[in-house]
């Protein structure tokens, strides 16, 4: 099973509303990682966070962690028509030596304008 | 400064065939990660290179083979390719190969007929 998983799987919004999408995990992390995706291309890197960062803030991005729950959050505040894509968090868990990072199945964001 | 590069962008094959994907990372960056992508999912972790040594195996086949190159660059390589093998393939680059955050590439769509 995926250690990310991402709630909820799909996401409609008008344009300048936030979306907030939520992503749950199971075992201990060093970082989470959020990503996007437009289309089936590559992913772009938007934050990361790490374990000991509750909150972090990337323009029109906040992004919280709560390993007590083992869960984040991302916000995307005002969004607009280009917000439209997957988004993914990323996991890179401490019991991996090296950083290979561990992603649910993604948040699809539809915002219309 | 160019981003993360692969080759080719697409590339048809039929079963049993073999295929070299390739992937130069970001200028500086000494780790590349190897990440397949089925349509509707998220990215699940095949290889990770550090400095050219192999730091990480995800769950797949001997099929899936790698290397790094001295200059950082990357091969995967899929023998005996099957159905199944029809993805998205991603490279991903990090500056440390670990607790830091991977740039990636636009990625190879691979369908195997």
């Known amino acids: 099973s995926q250690q990310g998983e991402e709630d909820p799987q799909a996401l409609s919004i008008q344009e300048g509303e936030n979306a907030t999408m939520n992503c749950s995990y199971k075992t201990s992390i060093n970082n989470l990682q959020w990503y996007r995706q437009n289309s089936g291309r590559g992913l772009v890197h938007l934050i990361l966070i790490r374990s000991n960062e509750r909150e972090k803030h990337s323009g029109r991005l906040r992004v919280t962690l709560d390993t007590s729950k083992k869960s984040s959050s991302l916000l995307i505040t005002a969004s607009r028509a280009a917000d439209t894509a997957s988004y993914f968090c990323a996991t890179d868990i401490t019991t991996d030596s090296w950083g290979k990072l561990q992603f649910g199945a993604g948040t699809q964001v539809v915002v219309t304008p | 400064d160019a981003g993360v590069t692969q080759s080719p962008t697409h590339l048809i094959k039929t079963r049993g065939q073999h295929v070299t994907l390739r992937c130069s990372p970001i200028?500086?960056?000494?780790?590349v990660s190897w990440y397949q992508q089925v349509l509707g999912q998220g990215p699940q972790f095949i290889f990770q290179y550090y400095e050219k040594e192999e730091r990480g195996r995800g769950n797949f086949p001997d099929r899936f083979s790698a290397r790094q190159f001295p200059n950082y660059s990357s091969e995967l390589n899929v023998n005996a390719l099957l159905l199944g093998d029809s993805a998205l393939y991603l490279c991903?680059?990090?500056?440390?190969?670990?607790?830091?955050?991977?740039?990636f590439g636009p990625g190879t769509r691979l369908t195997v007929l």
């Open positions: 991903a680059s990090s500056l440390l190969g670990r607790f830091n955050e991977q740039f």
């Open positions: 200028s500086g960056h000494k780790s």
